[in-house]
């Protein structure tokens, strides 16, 4: 799945115009380029890597992915940053944590870049119920399970639901985009439970 997410993603990138790659992503402070630089580091990243670039950053995660996009940035064209995502297509290297999290950072990350200008992309929707199935448990630094607590997730265009309290539906990717705290994607849901998501993202 992560293999053709990447690949689905780098071709969608190869035509993005260069007067999108500056605009804001829908990841707050990060611009397209930004976002595609951090994928790019992370595609490249080991557990090794991980844990001394974090100590290098005092432990301080956000502090250590700016670090990182800056690095990937410089010097680079945007049809660099495009080829070197190219060349780890294939790669089954990652930071530490569980696989479905890194499916997550192609399809969510890439969703930053293209929901923020224009609409969603197109994923095997086994991919993307795969993420929700993941996010709804999970605590990890997203922190999409608390973020969803007491509200119901309906999907509709395909057969996923989750949780009690007041709804919320709309297509599966938007959920998922929602549960990862993008509040773009609560223009794309509705259900009583939107407001609680609203006030919590």
Known sequence: MIRTERASLVDALAKLPDEDWDKPSLCAGRSVRDMVAH?????YMT???FFVKLAGSGF???KMADKDIAATSAG???TDLVEALRARIDSRSAPPGPAPSWLGETIVHGEDI????GPYRDHPVEHVVAL?????NSYLI???MNRIEGVTLRATDTDWQHGTGPEVSGPILALVV???GRKAALDDLTGDGVAVLRARN
């Open 132 to 136: 929700a199935d993941f996010y709804k």
């Open 114 to 117: 293209f929901r923020a200008v």
């Open 60 to 62: 301080n995660f956000k």
């Open 76 to 78: 680079r064209t945007n």
């Open 142 to 144: 997203i922190g999409a």
């Open 47 to 49: 557990p090794p890597k």
């Open 178 to 180: 929602a549960m990862c």
């Open 39 to 43: 994928i790019v580091a992370t595609a």
